[in-house]
């Protein structure tokens, strides 16, 4: 089952902050963050375990919450280069590194300068 | 490191034909797995090949299929096209382990368009 990430999309003045949820119904072992621009390959921004562990990489953080399933990825002081679709992708408990990747349908943000 | 490559880039077909694409994965790299690509759908898992074996399988019909090669080199065929297999496909590559932390790096993908 698909991770459920909100919002769909949202704008911003460039060196504001956003926040992009995803979600799951089932239990998650990892949560792989991913951001594509349009005509590009999806490029990885961080891997988050269980455990509650927060990352990050620059103006861009993350967290884990095991317990509520839930991943957040936090973007402080937005850059236009910013701007993409990012995605998280989940493994499911009970699976192993031979699963496949499970998409969420993506977060548009557009940054304006 | 050179990064993972999908050939063809682009890709026009008509219903009824089968098409070939290619990925090579980042060297080292013992895992390849492919992903559909669509607006409505978005990135949806097909299939993951280690060692020359399928080790895992998304929900799609059998009409798709790949293989992987002793060199890691994976093709993904599709047989009798329809309209709705039009998408990005979208290579991934990865170090292969069985742990949920193996990253997962994409090429840039093939855009077929089946008429």
């Known amino acids: 089952q698909q991770p459920v990430q909100s919002p769909q999309a949202v704008i911003l003045r460039e060196g504001e902050d956003a926040v992009i949820n995803c979600s799951s119904s089932k239990a998650l072992y990892s949560v792989h963050w991913y951001r594509q621009k349009h005509g590009e390959a999806p490029v990885f921004l961080m891997i988050l375990l269980k455990g509650g562990e927060q990352k990050g990489h620059e103006k861009i953080s993350a967290s884990f919450n095991e317990k509520k399933q839930q991943s957040s990825l936090y973007l402080t002081a937005s850059q236009l280069s910013y701007s993409g679709t990012y995605f998280c992708g989940a493994h499911p408990h009970s699976g192993g590194g031979a699963d496949g990747l499970t998409f969420g349908k993506g977060t548009h943000l557009i940054i304006q300068p | 490191k050179a990064g993972v490559t999908q050939t063809p880039r682009y890709l026009i077909k008509t219903r009824g034909q089968q098409v070939t694409l290619s990925c090579s994965p980042i060297?080292?790299?013992?895992?390849v797995s492919w992903y559909q690509q669509t607006p409505g759908q978005g990135l949806q898992f097909l299939f993951e090949?280690?060692?020359?074996?399928?080790?895992n399988k998304g929900n799609f019909p059998g009409r798709f299929s790949g293989r992987q090669f002793s060199n890691s080199r994976s093709e993904m065929n599709v047989s009798t096209l329809e309209l709705g297999d039009s998408a990005l496909y979208l290579c991934?590559?990865?170090?292969?382990?069985?742990?949920?932390?193996?990253?997962?790096?994409f090429g840039p993908g093939t855009r077929l368009t089946v008429l």
């Open positions: 991934a590559s990865s170090l292969g382990g069985t742990h949920q932390s193996d990253t997962q790096y």
């Open positions: 060297s080292g790299h013992r895992s």
């Open positions: 090949y280690f060692s020359e074996t399928q080790r």
